[in-house]
């Protein structure tokens, strides 16, 4: 018979049991929104070929803003917006909106597998910000990770023998922003929950990038095809945010974060299908390094609270 001993055992081990059993369910939704941002990637670099970077953002931002507002605003209605940091709101959005163009204009330049490979190792360049900014000490670990990951980062942009590839500068420019925009995001996750920063970002981009539109042109799509890709690329967008974010309240970071390099996986596929790009031996080394890097870093800082990146 059990004693009141063991069922007070079994009873704090059920919480245990009960995250054990959703790691697999968050491994799902992390597996989901690779393959979803890894085509909303491939969309908007067939995208810029026809129309402005800021034109493909702006309906990005649209379709993005549609989604999250019907999976969020039932739930939490107007409430989700407040805020006693609207200034640190607006800041961090103007950066990541030059991070969004800096991406997509590497995207016109260069295979959608090399600009998503430099981009992995934005998570390198925010744990050098959060040294900066948020006095978070480096230390030999992450010291090595970022040396190395650059290392990786520097074999992905190949470059010739007097300059980088063109599309890798703007890439690594990328990186080093979004790193300190991640940076920015954990400084206000202090105090603002994932869905208001959600909720601004959308809401913020949409309008930046309207307006952006309103000085700098603006192309009418020129046909029904175009038309369902724009704002298809921007509903696959913020299912992405969606699904990465879901998969994060599931299961630990350590669990699910190594599968979020599965993006590569589907850029490389989706690279060949599309655009008959097939991966160099410097792009698939580049690749592994960058990524043996960043999971070196999840894997020392498991212990930590992760460095928020979110989805481009």
């Known amino acids: 018979m059990s004693t009141d001993t063991d069922r007070a055992r079994l009873r704090r081990s059920a919480p245990a049991r009960l995250a054990a059993d959703r790691v697999p369910l968050g491994i799902a939704f992390m597996l989901g929104a690779t393959l979803v941002i890894a085509v909303s990637q491939a969309a908007s670099k ?5 129309y402005s970077v800021t034109e493909v953002l702006f309906f990005r931002a ?6 999250c507002s019907l999976l969020i605003l039932p739930r ?3 409430a989700v917006f407040r805020t006693q940091r609207l200034g640190g709101h607006v800041g ?5 909106a030059i991070a969004q163009c800096l991406i997509l204009t590497a995207l016109s330049l260069m295979p959608l597998a090399g600009v998503i490979a430099i981009n992995f190792s934005a998570p390198l ?3 050098v910000f959060a040294a900066m900014f948020l006095h978070e000490p480096i230390g030999r670990a992450r010291g090595l990770a970022l040396v190395v990951g650059f290392g990786g980062v520097l074999l992905v942009a190949s470059p010739g023998a007097d300059s980088f590839n063109e599309g890798a500068i703007f890439a690594i420019a990328n990186a080093i ?4 925009i991640t940076a920015a995001v954990r400084g206000l996750s202090a105090t603002e929950s994932t869905e208001t920063l959600i909720m601004h970002q959308m809401v913020l981009h949409t309008a930046l990038f309207g307006a952006a539109c309103a000085i ?3 192309t009418w799509p020129a046909d029904g095809t175009a038309w369902t890709v724009l704002l298809l690329n921007g509903g696959l967008n913020g299912i992405g945010q969606y699904l990465w974010t879901r998969a994060l309240s599931l299961a630990p970071p350590a669990a699910v974060g190594p599968y979020y390099y599965f993006v590569l996986v589907w850029a490389m596929v989706l690279g060949f299908l599309v655009w008959g790009d097939v991966p160099t031996l410097a ?3 580049g690749s592994a390094i960058v990524v043996g890097s960043g999971l070196y870093l999840l894997w020392h800082e498991r212990g930590r609270k992760p460095l928020p990146v979110e989805v481009e």
Do not use: E, T, Y
């Open 92 to 96: 961090r959005n103007v950066a990541q």
């Open 62 to 67: 649209v379709g993005s803003l549609m989604i």
């Open 125 to 127: 360049f925010a744990a």
């Open 283 to 285: 792009l698939l080394a």
């Open 177 to 180: 922003m979004f790193g300190s």
């Open 46 to 50: 067939w995208l810029v070929a026809d």
């Open 76 to 78: 939490q209605g107007p």
């Open 216 to 218: 700098l042109g603006f």
